[in-house]
């Protein structure tokens, strides 16, 4: 048992600096992102594999978050919301953040963009919170 849990470790650690190298490599454009994703999450959050499985880095730079990837709705993970929040707060968009978790389903897409930072992101209670962050 104690081996299982051992490789799975070594597995998110071997999973969490092959996105790193992905980070460096595939988002040099989008340094700011990166940087951010990087030091507010990554590097907090690596061990988490909720955390990491809700947030994806794109080939274009932008990176990407939903709080429920399976869709099965009624995942929570206060670590994913704190991990978002962080990075954030990284990016200075507390704005952004604040409208985002007073967003229903109700409300659609919505879109803002601060601090040189377009978001866009939706919600609804079946597929959770979902964002795509880009430079403006």
């Known amino acids: 048992m104690k081996k299982k849990c051992v490789l799975k470790r070594v597995l998110l650690a071997v999973m969490a600096v092959a996105m790193l190298l992905v980070l460096f490599i595939g988002c040099a454009s989008n340094n700011r992102l990166a940087e951010a994703y990087i030091l507010a999450v990554a590097d907090h959050y690596g061990y988490d594999e909720n955390v990491m499985r809700c947030f ?42 604040d409208e985002m978790v007073t967003t229903t389903y109700a409300d659609g897409i919505q879109s803002r963009t601060e601090n040189g930072i377009t ?5 609804h209670p079946n597929v959770g919170l979902e964002a795509t962050y880009s430079l403006a």
């Open 56 to 97: 994806t880095v794109e080939n274009d730079g932008t990176i990407r978050f939903d709080t429920d990837p399976q869709n099965v709705g009624d995942l929570y993970s206060s670590n994913v919301i704190d991990a978002i929040e962080d990075f954030h707060e990284y990016l200075d968009i507390m704005d952004i953040w």
């Open 119 to 123: 978001v866009v992101w939706s919600y």
